[in-house]
């Protein structure tokens, strides 16, 4: 019998993303402790991470989470016009997070609802997330973190992370 893990991760494979990993919400608790690390280190970040503290309420917001599902997608290969080259950032540009056109915010959407047909209730905030991303990508094995950078060892040249 083939786990619903297995068919989850199948299914992200099939919809183009490059890597899946999914941890239970216990694996998110050493987040609050980086993120006051983080803070501690440079205290004139500590308005920006202000806003980061929704997610180390986690389990608070969403007490029936059991795990969370974490993808890498490629991210690359478009056309930048010139008239806007090196003004606006890329990411902001081609917000694939948000822009309901996207393959990449279909793909979302397919994995979404079939992970609910298989009986499994999800939560995401497509543009803000819900759990400290590179924090369970890490603990979730898809990349690893060395002080302000992280890395997703992979050959495609960037990757983009998302999570349910």
Not at 33 to 58: A, D, M, N, T, W
Not at 91 to 99: N, V
Request: glycine share 10%; with cysteine; aromatic share 10%.
């Amino acid at each position: 019998m083939v786990s619903i893990a297995h068919k989850i991760k199948q299914k992200a494979l099939e919809l183009g993303y490059e890597k899946c990993g999914i941890i239970s919400v216990e694996k998110l608790g050493g987040y609050k402790e980086k993120l006051e690390e983080r803070i501690q280190k440079i205290p004139e970040s500590g308005g920006f991470y202000q806003g980061q503290q929704r997610l180390v309420k986690f389990q608070e917001e969403f007490p029936w989470a059991k795990s969370v599902v974490v993808l890498a997608v490629p991210y690359c290969g478009y056309y930048i016009p010139k008239v806007v080259r090196g003004h606006i950032a890329k990411k902001y540009l081609l917000d694939t997070r948000i822009d309901e056109n996207t393959k990449e915010y279909q793909n979302s959407t397919a994995l979404e609802k079939y992970m609910n047909e298989l009986g499994v209730r999800t939560a995401t905030n497509r543009k803000f997330g819900v759990v400290g991303l590179r924090w369970a990508a890490m603990q979730a094995g898809l990349g690893l973190s060395v002080g302000t950078i992280f890395s997703i060892p992979n050959p495609a040249p960037m990757l983009i992370l998302k999570h349910f």
